[in-house]
């Protein structure tokens, strides 16, 4: 099956810093590539998705690559902000197939 | 806007016990997903439910699991005899076209 690995575990950036978080997947069919941000005690909410016929999506301060050669994919989020802090989870997958996640980093901007 | 929804927020059982943890998916979704995240670590994929059955299941999702869709709206999550180890927050998540995941708020099982 599909094996996420994310990197890396925590971060810690400034107020108004760039973070970029990173992950690999083992499995060259997985298609669609989502993004969660977990808040302490809330369930995982999406904040933004690629799928594997595009390589960059953007959407505001948040950005994601996918290298599909590579395997790997990113997320950027730029002139971060304090409620940017969260536990970011990538995942992979095949359409209509199981969703599998990496292990998470723990963001942490400091005002 | 539309969420899923899942009952109870908190479940204490003894070991051994059965539970059963209910979920609600968004009306119009048609693929329905178990998870669960044990404290501080990743959310663990349990089993996918698409057209009344089982469309893929982990390692996790052994013998003691079953999942059932009993009538239109609600999709459960049954464990047989329960485990210490089955201690963690389960997530139920729905999907109109088996992407986009939206996630339930979670209930917390504690298992003494």
């Known amino acids: 099956g599909e094996n996420v690995e994310q990197h890396p575990s925590t971060l810690s950036v400034q107020e108004g810093d760039s973070a970029v978080i990173k992950c690999t997947y083992s499995d060259s069919a997985s298609n669609y590539f989502p993004w969660y941000k977990q808040e302490l005690g809330k369930r995982p909410q999406l904040i933004i998705d690629i799928r594997s016929n595009v390589g960059e999506k953007k959407d505001q301060r948040i950005a994601v690559t996918l290298n599909k050669t590579a395997k790997h994919f990113s997320l950027h989020i730029t002139e971060t902000q304090p409620e940017d802090s969260a536990v970011y989870f990538c995942?992979?997958?095949?359409?209509?197939?199981?969703?599998?996640f990496g292990a998470g980093t723990r963001l942490t901007v400091k005002p | 806007e539309p969420e899923v929804t899942q009952t109870p927020s908190h479940q204490v059982t003894q070991m051994g016990q059965e539970v059963i943890l209910r979920c609600v998916p968004i009306s119009n979704h048609l693929y329905f997903y178990w998870y669960r995240q044990i404290l501080g670590q990743k959310v663990e994929f349990l089993v996918s439910f698409y057209n009344n059955e089982i469309s893929e299941k982990s390692e996790i999702f052994d013998d003691q699991f079953s999942v059932e869709r009993p009538d239109g709206s609600n999709f459960t999550l049954k464990i047989r005899s329960t485990k210490l180890e089955d201690s963690a927050m389960y997530f139920c998540?729905?999907?109109?076209?088996?992407?986009?995941?939206?996630f339930g708020s979670g209930t917390q099982l504690s298992v003494l």
């Open positions: 995942a992979a997958s095949m359409h209509n197939n199981d969703m599998r």
């Open positions: 998540a729905s999907s109109r076209g088996g992407e986009k995941l939206f």
